[in-house]
């Protein structure tokens, strides 16, 4: 195969995973917002597109992994850059394949894991087993477990507080603005760490802990003042209402807002990180292409991440709308406040566990922190089936992954 047909075949390839990543990925983020009503799906949509668009592009960032998750020896696998070309396009195949199977049944999967999968699985066949770094391996599966259940407490945890302070109150809309502040605080504090550990890493601002917390506290500090007047404008719905309805709007309406802030900040950050996930393996081919060098990292042209953010916006508004639907209403009801609970809960996951450096799957971790909700309600507030529906798809995604790769990659060495 010549280096034009290979440099064209993948860049559609790796427009193909960022487009599952769209259609799948993406939707996570927002799912809660639309199943809550705080956004309709259109608004939800083009929000999530500017910014998964923005974090993408901006600062996606310009030298990625060559293997995504440090997944194969780079000695090993640096023996034959062929190889290595063919592998690549295959994982990005493999891994586009599946994120199209369980974004068309709605089913909300890990990118991350499936792209991971796909690696393993080529370079099992094109260089043993031994390439596999199987303890970097086990550390992303063990995701399964750790993010859901972690986030998943928070959520179960935030609600109820939510509960206690405001919702049990004849008095909620006097609660509500008595405890904004430190649900304003709290919100844009993690926000704002989010996009600092995760959004904003490929910049290597090399921030400390305290001047993280520093900062985020500044901008804390500032929605607070904004924040009390915007709530001191809200008003009820109709005063056609009864007072418990009339209430219920003016608390259901700050938590929407609350939630909408969280859902851009994790939008954002999805789009600066897992990017990644489509254009590693294509900087890697292109990185090859031009030196014949496998190397542990490889440069990212300003192109390319161009070319996944776009991949990632049209994924998002042809197909996304199925796994928010499942996000959003399937597994359990939410309103504003449970919706905000369950992204806060997501967030504050993602902030810990990025700054102890733990993998985990954004996926996972806000399905968790959506179940954590329903939870407050007792079992019979989940969706147990779809849960069931969920849990399996988890468990297929890496070795399906793996095994689509092998026969892609075999597909590809016996073509070309």
């Known amino acids: 195969m010549g280096p034009e047909l290979t440099l064209i075949l993948a860049i559609g390839l790796g427009l193909y995973m960022a487009f599952g990543i769209g259609a799948n990925d993406v939707a996570n983020a927002i799912g809660t917002s639309v199943g809550s009503k705080a956004l309709t799906v259109k608004k939800a949509i083009i929000m999530a597109a500017i910014l998964e668009f923005l974090g993408a592009f901006l600062v996606g960032g310009h030298v990625t992994k060559t293997v995504r998750g440090g997944i194969l020896d780079p000695i090993i696998s640096s023996s034959a850059p062929e190889l290595m070309v063919y592998g690549m396009m295959a994982a990005l195949m493999a891994a586009g ?3 199209m199977v369980a974004s068309r049944f709605g089913w909300p999967v890990s990118t991350t894991h499936s792209i991971v999968g796909a690696i393993a699985g080529f370079g099992i066949v094109a260089f043993g087993t031994s390439v596999v770094q199987w303890d970097q391996l086990i550390k992303i599966v063990s995701s399964w477990i750790i993010s859901p259940l972690f986030s998943g407490t928070l959520a179960f945890l935030i609600y109820s507080f939510i509960r206690w302070t405001i919702l049990r109150h004849s008095d909620a809309a006097q609660k509500t603005r008595k405890w904004a502040p430190l649900y304003i605080f709290s919100v844009v504090v993690v926000i704002a760490l989010v996009t600092l550990f995760k959004g904003l890493k490929n910049l290597n601002l090399d921030l400390t802990l305290v001047e993280s917390l520093i900062w985020s506290g500044i901008l804390g500090l500032c929605a607070v003042i904004s924040g009390h007047y915007l709530i001191a404008k809200i008003k009820p719905d109709s005063p056609k209402k009864s007072i418990d309805t009339s209430q219920n709007s003016i608390v259901e309406k700050m938590f929407g807002v609350l939630q909408i802030m969280s859902a851009c900040a994790v939008a ?44 990632i916006v049209i994924g998002l ?80 995604t890496v070795p399906a992954g793996a095994i689509l790769a092998i026969i892609f990659f075999y597909t590809l060495k016996y073509l070309f």
């Open 268 to 311: 954002f950050a999805h789009g600066s990180n897992d990017v990644a996930n489509a254009i590693g393996p294509l900087a890697a081919i292109v990185h090859i292409g031009s030196t014949g060098i496998v190397d542990a990292q490889s440069p990212v042209p300003s192109w390319l991440l161009l070319l996944g953010g776009f991949g």
């Open 97 to 99: 394949t599946w994120l």
């Open 317 to 396: 508004a042809t197909m996304g709308y199925r796994v928010m639907g499942t996000i959003g209403t399937k597994i359990t009801k939410l309103t504003p406040s449970r919706g905000y609970a369950a992204e806060f809960a997501a967030a504050l996951t993602i902030v810990i566990a990025s700054r102890l450096g733990l993998p985990i799957s954004t996926t996972h971790t806000l399905v968790g922190g959506v179940m954590g909700v329903g939870l407050t309600q007792g079992i019979k507030g989940l969706d147990l089936k779809m849960i069931s529906k969920i849990g399996i798809s988890w468990l297929v």
